[in-house]
């Protein structure tokens, strides 16, 4: 008869070391959940952090805006005390111009050198047209510093008529 061979047969050996693997990857298994746990504690940490963080720069970038804002509106300003400073400027020139049309409403220029300085002052006055165009200067400051000089010009009849009879440019 053949012979077989013969092993040694020890019960209950392959359920002792299944049960002393399952422990031992049980136990890993617990030590890996446990970290992964950790991990996700200082993950929801340091997402807070964030929010704090950025809540920070929020609030720093619209304390940057406000100055910002500030800055462009002293910046209009100063822009509209220029335009009125160099409009005044411009007015100063035709000082006399101007009292010859407020003092005789029938007043007409005598020579070529005063029609080219009647023209010259009707510009002045364009360029406050556009000035209040441009939002540079309001109506309330037209009418406040040349309300007076647009009434004269008006009442003028030989500049009402002279500048009525000019094609719109």
Not at 27 to 50: P, R, S
Not at 90 to 104: E, M, P, V
């Amino acid at each position: 008869m053949p012979r077989t061979a013969s092993y040694p047969r020890r019960i209950g050996s392959d359920s002792l070391a299944t049960a002393a693997m399952t422990e031992t990857l049980g136990a890993d298994l617990q030590t890996w959940a446990n970290i992964a746990q950790i991990a996700g504690t200082l993950g929801i940490i340091a997402a807070i952090v964030g929010l704090f963080l950025a809540q920070g720069q929020l609030r720093a970038s619209v304390e940057a805006t406000e100055k910002q804002t500030e800055q462009l509106t002293a910046s209009v300003k100063a822009t509209r005390m220029q335009t009125l400073l160099a409009l005044d400027d411009a007015f100063s020139r035709y000082r006399k111009l101007r009292d010859c049309i407020r003092l005789d409403t029938s007043w007409q220029p005598a020579s070529d050198e005063e029609s080219v300085y009647l023209r010259r002052y009707l510009s002045v006055l364009d360029r406050v047209a556009l000035a209040l165009h441009d939002d540079l200067i309001d109506p309330k400051t037209v009418e406040t510093a040349y309300g007076t000089s647009l009434e004269h010009v008006a009442r003028n009849v030989w500049v009402r008529d002279y500048v009525g009879g000019k094609p719109d440019v």
